[in-house]
């Protein structure tokens, strides 16, 4: 739920015209991230999400330790390095087009388009609905790609640590065994 302070904020912080003239950059991109408190810190509320196809559970990482051979043969994720290591998490975000529900292998530097954003529409959520990062992004009309995030990867690794264990669970029920790069890469979680 969208804080008081953050809509004070809005007012100081955010230009719409900007984001208009730039048509929507960040959101060609890569889809902006969310945080659990944009589902009210509830898990039924990010499965939910992740049932309408709009959202996406990603694995942020600064090494590929995680990724571990499974009785099987199959690379999987191994939970308990994620918890223990610092600068690792599951989180939700936005979908990207053309991308799986549980999209946790990343070969491009650009991934988007967000589903929820077109070229006629711009987002189509309101200010209030959007993901935390996209409420929180400060316009930077000059070099849009640097555009300043004050919801940091730190941010969001702190807020959905304690959900690792709960996003693993939906990130297994709603693994696509047959996307393309997880059977070129034999990845089964
Ligand atoms: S936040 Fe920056 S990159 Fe995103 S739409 Fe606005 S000006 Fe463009
Ligand atoms: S949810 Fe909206 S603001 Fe965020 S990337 Fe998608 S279209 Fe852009």
Same mark, same amino acid.
């Not at 004070?8 to 889809?31: D, F, S, T, Y």
């Not at 049932?51 to 590929?64: L, M």
């Given at each position: ?10 007012? /100081? +912080?955010?230009? &719409? ?6 048509? @929507?950059?960040?959101?060609? =991109?890569?889809?902006? *991230? ?47 390095? /994620? +918890?223990?290591? &610092? ?6 975000? @936005?979908?990207?087009?053309? =991308?799986?529900?549980? *999209? ?86």
């Amino acid at each position: 739920m969208i804080s008081q302070t953050e809509i004070e904020m809005r007012e /100081i +912080l955010v230009n &719409e015209e900007k984001c208009r003239v730039c048509k @929507g950059k960040c959101c060609q =991109r890569h889809a902006c *991230d969310c945080s659990p408190e944009d589902f009210d810190n509830d898990i039924r509320l990010m499965r939910r999400a992740l049932e309408t196809g709009k959202y996406a559970i990603d694995f942020t990482r600064s090494t590929a330790d995680a990724f571990v051979y499974s009785s099987k043969g199959a690379l999987t994720l191994d939970i308990e390095h /994620i +918890l223990k290591t &610092e600068n690792e998490a599951l989180y939700i975000r @936005g979908r990207n087009r053309n =991308r799986p529900i549980v *999209d946790i292998l990343h070969t491009e530097k650009k991934e988007g388009p967000c589903v929820m954003w077109s070229l006629e529409k711009g987002c189509e959520l309101s200010f209030e609905q959007r993901p935390k990062y996209g409420r929180t992004v400060i316009p930077f009309l000059f070099i849009p790609e640097n555009c300043i995030n004050t919801y940091t990867k730190q941010d969001l690794i702190q807020e959905w640590k304690p959900y690792t264990k709960e996003l693993f669970k939906l990130a297994k029920e709603f693994f696509p065994k047959d996307w393309e790069l997880y059977e070129e890469f034999n990845i089964v979680l």
